[in-house]
Structure formats: C-alpha cells, structure tokens
C-alpha cells in the first residue's frame, strides 16, 4: 500500500486524480450539465456557512459514530451510487466496496456500473451493501433486477427520481463518452499518457455496464447496449411506480432526488425510510439550487416523519458536520469517494475516508461537541445559513 500520509486533503487526491483517469471518465465524473452552475453552487455554498468555534470545552472522548436507517455507520457518511466507476480505476466498484466495508460505513452500487451485483457480493464475502435503482421501461428487467439485488445480500434499495431523462453535459457530448472507450486517435493519444490505467484495465475483464449486459433482453454488444440505455430510462416514473417497487422489493427504501418540500411531503407518505436531498451532483437541472441550500426547508418539514439525507458537493469532514446541524441525519459522498478511487485505487478510497472523518471529529470538537448525534444548527453562525 502507498505512503498517503502526505495527502491531507480531498483536493489532493483530485489532483492526482485528474492525472491518472483518461479525460473522458474524469470528465464524466468533475462536471456538471449546461453552465454546470448549480454544479459549482454545491460546493461553494458550503464556504458560506460559519461555524462557531467554542472554547475551554472538554473535548475528551469524541464520537462520530451514528446510524442511518438503522445501520451503524462510523460516521453520517455513504459512498453515493456512480455510474462507469469501474472506469475511474480497474474493478473500481469492488474497490471501494471493500475500503468501505473496512472502514464501516454503506457503500452504494449503482445500476450504471461497470461491476455487477454478484461481482460486489463475491468479492466483499457477502458483506451487505446498498443498490441504486433507475425505473426503466422494461420493467421485467428491473423486477429481475431487484431480484438480483435480493440474492446479492443488498440490504437497501435507493430508488433515483430525478433521472426520467438525461440532463445535457456539454463534456460528455464532447468526449464521445462510452465504456470501454473507442480506440479514437484522440482517445489512444490519451490513454498514452495514462499507462497505471491501462494495465489496470488489461488485468481486469470487467469493461462495460456489469448489471445490464448479459441480463437485459436484446442486449448483445456494445452498440446494443448503449441504444438500450438511451432507449429505456422511463419518463413517465411516477410516485405509483415507487409505490410498486416498495412492494416488490419489501425492504428498506431510500428515495434519492428529492429538492423540493412537496416531493419531500410526498416521499414521507409514501413509505420510505429515508429520503436524499440531491440534485444529482449538478448534472441535471443547473440552475436549481445547491443541495445544501435546499436541506433546511426539507428537513423542518418532514424531517420527524422520515430521516433525512444529503449529497451534492462534500469535500470535507466540515461539510459533513454542516449537513449535520442543517438537518441532514445522514450524508453521501461521491466526487470526493471517485478522486481518491481514481488516484490510488482502494488506498485512495480509504484515504478519502479517512480524511473526511479526521476533519469531522476535530472541527465537532473545535464547535463544542464530542458525539455527532448532539450536533444541531446551534454550532453555526447566525445569518450564515
């Protein structure tokens, strides 16, 4: 394992990151759709919130241990579902499947990756984890699925709501993403300057969408698969059709997406045991607003009724802890779980991990708290949030 004692922060695994993944996956993950405005906006509006910094307070005997729909975490952290993360770095779902698994906190898979269901289960020894879940057209597709996600020891379901359609991302459109890439002069003039990547590459067979190839009807190569993805995210998703995955998967459910109070009200009656305040990392509707800015509003509305989460622009344990006092019982990291991934493998997942925690437990203890559970708006700043 790497000597990563130098990496002290998110931004230098980023850094390193942006280095090692071939341009169109780092692309894929570092952006956001249109003016990636709102993008920029989950980030930044982090700077704006003040914390107060208390003194002469016994900070002896620290905790960030908590819980998340009723699973011990050693902090309010998951690593939040990604699509093409086996293409940040080799077999990258499995990766940060175990750095999470070690480190004790959910790791979620996404329906879009490139390691299978059965490929995390295998290689975690069966170790429970989360499923991501896109409604498709073909809907005895995702009854198999979810059947799949049941046999494979998944132990929550978290339904996306915001993804009927596909946001535009100028980058992608640009790059000419696919998965594996095609052997373009511009792509193979890349992939020359990213030789750690190829050879992970080389050693691995898992180079395409892991949960849709071989399972989905008529989904034979890669021109197939990629009209078939095109083709089936289903518009017309509706709250009926949470309601019909919520019976059909009968167990714990987590609504992903949610950035309005309405949606909130309507994903507390609908069940759910925990709701993601989200607007997909910018990549959808830019223009709305930061997921951080949207949290309070939802959180004093329903926050009583079902627990209530938040993604979008974490880079540090002090985002973690802000989350916390803005209403958010549990948070999802996924850009900063990618950098580290992509820099240094399972290590860099690890790394990250590490370092959101370091900064979580000294920032609580620098605002007067010593367990993450008594955490509340109390230990910002008034008129900063």
Same mark, same amino acid.
């Given at each position: ?9 998110? *931004?230098?695994?980023?850094?390193? #990151? ?9 692309? @894929? +993950? ?8 709102? @993008?920029?906006?989950? *980030? ?11 003194? +002469? ?7 960030? &241990? ?13 690593? #939040? ?36 269901? *059965? ?14 879940? @896109? ?11 979810? *059947?799949?996600?049941? #046999? /494979? ?63 989905? &009807? ?27 995955? &919520?019976?059909?998967?009968?167990? &714990? ?13 309507? /994903?507390?009656?609908? %069940? ?21 800015? +949207? ?17 979008? %622009? ?28 992509? #820099?240094? %493998? ?18 609580? +203890? ?20």
């Amino acid at each position: 394992m790497p000597d990563l004692s130098r990496i002290t922060c998110i *931004e230098d695994l980023r850094v390193i #990151a942006q280095r090692r993944v071939p341009k169109m996956f780092y692309d @894929y +993950a570092d952006s956001g759709s249109w003016t990636e405005g709102t @993008y920029r906006a989950n *980030e930044s509006d982090f700077q704006k919130i003040k914390l107060r910094q208390r003194v +002469a307070v016994d900070m002896e005997g620290r905790s960030t &241990k908590s819980t998340m729909i009723g699973q011990e975490v050693t902090m309010p952290v998951a690593i #939040a579902p990604t699509g093409l993360t086996g293409m940040q770095h080799a077999d990258g779902e499995i990766l940060g499947a175990r750095a999470a698994k070690a480190f004790g906190i959910p790791f979620t898979l996404s329906t879009m990756s490139i390691c299978s269901l *059965e490929d995390i289960a295998e290689h975690t020894g069966g170790h429970p984890f989360w499923f991501q879940l @896109y409604v498709m057209r073909d809907r005895d597709f995702i009854e198999r699925l979810i *059947e799949r996600a049941r #046999a /494979a020891n998944v132990s929550a379901l978290q339904l996306t709501l915001d993804l009927q359609i596909l946001g535009q991302r100028h980058k992608d459109i640009k790059n000419g993403l696919t998965a594996p890439p095609k052997p373009t002069l511009t792509n193979l003039m890349d992939l020359a300057t990213k030789p750690r990547w190829c050879m992970g590459m080389l050693g691995t067979k898992r180079r395409t969408f892991g949960n849709i190839a071989g399972h989905a &009807k008529g989904v034979k190569d890669l021109s197939s698969l990629s009209s078939w993805t095109a083709e089936q995210f289903d518009p017309t998703l509706s709250w009926a059709d949470v309601e019909w995955i &919520k019976k059909l998967w009968g167990g &714990k459910l987590i609504l992903k997406g949610v950035m309005d109070v309405e949606d909130a009200r309507l /994903a507390a009656a609908s %069940g759910a045991d925990a709701l993601i305040v989200s607007n997909h990392g910018g990549r959808q509707l830019d223009g709305a607003p930061s997921s951080i800015e +949207a949290l309070p509003a939802i959180a004093e509305a329903v926050g009583t009724e079902i627990e209530v989460w938040m993604d979008g %622009g974490i880079r540090s344990g002090q985002d973690v802890l802000k989350a916390r006092a803005l209403g958010a019982r549990g948070t999802l990291i996924g850009r900063s779980f990618l950098y580290g991934l992509g #820099a240094f %493998g399972e290590a860099g997942v690890t790394r990250a991990l590490q370092i959101i925690q370091r900064e979580l437990d000294l920032t609580m +203890a620098f605002c007067g708290r010593t367990q993450i559970d008594e955490v509340d708006s109390s230990i910002l700043l008034p008129g900063t949030f």
